[in-house]
């Protein structure tokens, strides 16, 4: 499948799985629950999602943009004036053609992949991923290069072997961070209590990666 068919599946998914496990079920991110997570997918595509093409346009180049967390909970706030079968209903319409933009396409495949992600782990179920995940892996890295120990060099490779992104100079004190591509996304995103991925390199690095929880 391509990259979009896959980021209208993952979201349809996503929008099933809320429906199913209804407006007060623990989404797995923060306090949110089920309701929040759809009103914060919902305020995110507001007016074609042109905000969100911004700021995730600026992530794609390794620029950290940090929404405020109150600037995101007033967003959630405003949705809610809307009940949960509205936003649903909201989320099932087409993704907004912005969002489907080659340069942002691999970000927004990772929000709704991991948002669905966190959704399923909170309430016992399976999520697999589709082959297109591994794409959203290069830019996350850059986007958390900053908030990696000062120097760091690593290359990340899925695991078969193929590297897929790597920062700092690559040389034989690079540490290497090997996984599935799912895997590799979840650490990429803070969510190293479920991301099974094998730190390689000189110990005193691969100590300090260890302290890595970029959350996002």
Same mark, same amino acid.
């Given at each position: 499948?391509? /990259?979009?068919?896959?980021?209208?599946?993952?979201?349809?998914?996503?929008?099933?799985? #809320?429906?199913? %496990?209804?407006?007060?079920?623990?989404?797995?991110?923060?306090?949110?629950?089920?309701?929040?997570?759809?009103?914060?997918?919902?305020?995110? +595509?507001? @007016?074609?999602?042109?905000?969100?093409?911004?700021?995730?346009? /600026?992530?794609?180049?390794?620029?950290?943009?940090?929404?405020?967390?109150? /600037?995101?909970?007033?967003?959630?706030?405003? +949705?809610?004036?809307?009940?949960?079968?509205?936003?649903? =209903?909201?989320?099932?319409?087409?993704?907004?053609?912005?969002?489907?933009?080659?340069?942002?396409?691999?970000?927004? #495949?990772?929000?709704?992949?991991?948002?669905?992600? =966190? /959704?399923?782990?909170?309430?016992?179920?399976?999520?697999?991923?589709?082959?297109? @995940?591994?794409?959203?892996?290069?830019?996350?890295?850059?986007?958390?290069?900053?908030? #990696?120990?000062?120097?760091?060099?690593?290359? %990340?490779?899925?695991? =078969?072997?193929?590297?897929?992104?790597?920062?700092?100079?690559?040389? =034989?004190?690079? %540490?290497?961070?090997?996984?599935?591509?799912?895997? @590799?996304?979840?650490?990429?995103?803070?969510?190293?209590?479920?991301?099974?991925?094998?730190?390689?390199?000189?110990?005193?690095?691969?100590?300090?990666?260890?302290?890595?929880?970029?959350?996002?």
């Amino acid at each position: 499948m391509t /990259l979009a068919g896959d980021i209208e599946a993952e979201r349809a998914a996503l929008t099933t799985s #809320l429906s199913a %496990v209804g407006a007060s079920a623990h989404a797995g991110c923060g306090w949110w629950t089920a309701r929040d997570l759809a009103a914060h997918l919902a305020a995110e +595509e507001r @007016l074609g999602g042109v905000s969100t093409f911004i700021a995730r346009s /600026l992530v794609a180049r390794g620029i950290a943009v940090p929404a405020p967390p109150r /600037l995101v909970e007033f967003a959630i706030r405003r +949705e809610h004036r809307y009940g949960f079968t509205e936003l649903i =209903d909201r989320l099932r319409r087409p993704v907004p053609r912005l969002l489907l933009r080659s340069p942002v396409a691999p970000l927004t #495949l990772f929000e709704y992949w991991t948002h669905h992600d =966190d /959704l399923a782990a909170a309430n016992g179920a399976d999520h697999p991923a589709p082959a297109t @995940l591994r794409r959203a892996i290069a830019p996350l890295l850059r986007y958390q290069h900053t908030k #990696l120990p000062a120097g760091a060099a690593m290359r %990340v490779s899925t695991d =078969d072997g193929h590297v897929v992104s790597s920062v700092g100079p690559q040389t =034989d004190q690079a %540490v290497q961070v090997q996984g599935t591509p799912a895997n @590799l996304v979840r650490w990429l995103a803070g969510r190293q209590t479920r991301a099974d991925v094998e730190l390689t390199g000189p110990a005193a690095l691969v100590q300090e990666l260890r302290t890595f929880t970029g959350n996002i």
